[in-house]
Structures are given as structure tokens and as C-alpha cells.
């Protein structure tokens, strides 16, 4: 039987025994090979507890996955095999799936995520790590009478990437705005203001001072500006998935929530919505027709402004890609 994604951790419980969070220092997508072998043969689909002793022959066949390491702890670990990409059933297997796309192992839109904010419990992210609410009252009281420092960092289903996956070559202002799942490609620089979800990223290199909403992706060499934003799918949006290609800018406060092409600008403060009327502009400056955005959607090469006399929003030919600054994007 063969293997899809595969991965050992380490579990937190809440109080009553159940698993809020994950860690897996080294997971798998479509193993080959001798490794296939070995967790086909030691190891058997879903998700299980384990005591260390019931890896250890896993351990001396699947060496670098930092089974070892765990090993030594001799505390229960947390083993998840799947052989498809099928719904989420299970908190191990969300976290799982959150890992691959942060570690680069699947880009975003490629998982199957259907279930996952079902088997994701609100949790308490602290100093201590992850906190179930319902247990933190306590945690708050034992940590104020020993005098010890004890931050509540957020209240949410989805952990900050960092303490789970630090990709290469990225620099990341403000952690706390990258939620894990986002894919961070080599050469992204994140700014304070800008925001990474679950299931969405860059490919690199790419400069963010903008939010990249869930399921978004942002081609090479383009800019999300300050107080940009891109329209996901969560919250009563449509089923269209927002992308930027290649050498694209959304200036500061604007925002698209239509796909664009390669060598794509939007103006500041200028939010293309899928029925945004546009006025198409030739090259001579005469309008060709009038559309809804959403009819220009995947195009190339346009570039969206506001006339500032009359407030028509225009499409025009974009006859200069932008170029991202090589010494800000250094990141030796």
C-alpha cells in the first residue's frame, strides 16, 4: 500500500487527553524507495500513539526523519500514515498537512483540506506552547503564584509558522502575522504590516507589506504594497482563486479580487472586485468597451488605475514590469 504523506511527532494534550497541537520535525510527502519500504512495512495507515518502543525498528530503517531524537524523550509519540489525500478526520492529520505546505512539500491549493477546521480545537498559543481555553485559567494562576512569566500570544484554531517551520532564505518582521500552512518561497521578505494565511503564500521572491488571504498565490518577483490586500474564499467570497503572476504590483491600500496575469500593477488605493465596472483603454487613449473585472480576470500586462477627474476606473496596457530591490531582497 502505498504512502502519501507520512510523518512522527510530538502531541500536546489538553487535560482531558485530547490532542490540540502537533510538531513534526520532518515530514513526508510521496515517499520512495528503501523509505517507502520501511514505512510501508513498520508502520500502518491513519493515526496512532505510540510508545517509543514500538518505533524503534521504524527508527533504525527510516533514519533522518529525527525519530531518534524523539526516541530518546520516551514520551508517546504521534504517527500518521496516509496512503490518499482524503478529508481530514483527525487533529494529527490537519497539523500534518499544515507542515507540508510550510515546509514546501506541497504548494498551496494542491491539498485536499476539506475537514480541517473541524478537527482544529480553539486553542490558548502561550508561552508554555499550546493551551486548551478551558485549562488556561488554571495555568495563569499556578504561573503568577511561582512568579514566572506566562504570555497568552493568541486565542485561535491556526499556530504562527515560525514555531514550527523556519523556511530558507526569508525574513519575516512580525511572526506572528504568518499563520502555518503558508508557503514562503526563497527570497520572500515579509514586512511588519503584512500577513500570510493557512493555505496560501509566495513563490519567491516576493516583498509583503500586504495580506495574502487563504488559497492566494503570489508569483515571482511581484509586490504586495502596504495595506494591500488579496480576496480569499472563506468569508462569503466566490469560488474564484486569486493569484498574481509574475512582476506584479498592488499598490498601497489596494487590493484585487480577480486573478492577474504577469506584469500586472494596481494603483494605490485602488480595490479591483470582480464587478468593478472597467473602462478598457486602447493605446491611443480611447475607451474600446466597458467590463466587468471579472471578464479581464487571468490577463497580462494591464495595469489598473482611477482617472482622477472623473473616478472611472481604467485598464491599460502596463508597458513596464516592476523590478523588486536586489539589496532589499539580499538575505545573506
Known amino acids: 500500500m502505498s504512502t502519501f504523506a507520512f ?28 523509505l517507502a ?13 505510540m510508545r517509543p518502543g514500538d518505533l524503534t525498528e521504524l527508527a533504525r530503517h527510516a533514519a533522518g526523519l529525527g525519530i531518534d531524537t524523539m526516541l530518546e524523550a520516551d514520551r508517546p509519540l504521534v504517527v500518521v500514515r496516509l496512503t490518499e489525500d482524503a478529508d481530514i478526520t483527525t487533529t494529527p492529520e490537519a497539523f500534518l498537512k499544515l507542515h507540508l505546505i510550510s515546509h514546501r512539500l506541497a ?26 481555553p478551558a485549562d488556561l485559567t488554571a495555568l495563569q494562576l499556578e504561573a503568577r503564584l511561582r512568579d514566572e512569566y506566562f504570555e497568552v500570544m493568541s486565542v485561535d484554531k ?6 514550527y517551520v523556519i523556511p530558507s532564505g526569508v ?18 521578505t515579509v514586512m511588519p504590516s503584512g500577513a ?22 503570489l508569483g515571482e518577483d511581484s509586490d504586495l504594497g502596504g495595506g494591500a490586500s488579496t480576496m480569499g474564499t472563506l468569508s462569503g467570497g466566490g469560488e474564484i482563486k486569486v493569484s498574481l503572476g509574475r512582476n506584479c504590483l498592488v499598490g498601497a491600500n489596494g487590493g484585487t479580487g480577480i486573478p492577474l496575469g504577469d506584469r500586472c500593477s ?7 472586485t470582480a464587478g468593478t ?16 473585472a471579472r471578464e479581464l480576470a487571468g490577463g497580462s500586462d494591464m495595469l489598473f488605475i482611477r482617472h482622477s477627474h472623473t473616478g472611472e476606473v481604467q485598464c491599460r496596457t502596463n508597458r513596464n514590469a516592476i523590478a523588486l530591490n536586489e539589496q532589499l531582497h539580499a538575505h545573506n
Open 107 to 132: 504548494l498551496p491549493n494542491t491539498l485536499n483540506l476539506e475537514g480541517i477546521f473541524a478537527n482544529l480545537a480553539t486553542v490558548a498559543w502561550t508561552s508554555r506552547g499550546a493551551v486548551d
Open 7 to 34: 510523518a512522527v511527532g510530538v502531541p500536546t494534550h489538553n487535560r482531558s487527553g485530547d490532542i490540540i497541537d502537533c510538531f513534526f520535525p520532518a515530514p513526508l510527502k510521496e515517499p520512495s524507495g528503501d
Open 171 to 188: 525574513r519575516i518582521a512580525d511572526s506572528s502575522r504568518i499563520r502555518l500552512g503558508a508557503f514562503l518561497g526563497e527570497g520572500t
Open 158 to 163: 491556526f499556530p504562527k509558522m515560525t514555531n
Open 37 to 49: 519500504a520501511a514505512i510501508g512495512a513498520h508502520s500502518t495507515p491513519g493515526t496512532h500513539i
Open 266 to 272: 494596481i494603483e494605490a488605493g485602488l480595490y479591483i
Open 196 to 217: 500570510v494565511n493557512f493555505n496560501s503564500g509566495t513563490i519567491g521572491p516576493n516583498m509583503v507589506e500586504g495580506r495574502v488571504s487563504q488559497g492566494v498565490i
Open 277 to 292: 465596472l472597467v473602462s478598457v483603454i486602447d493605446e491611443y487613449g480611447d475607451t474600446v468597451h466597458t467590463v466587468k
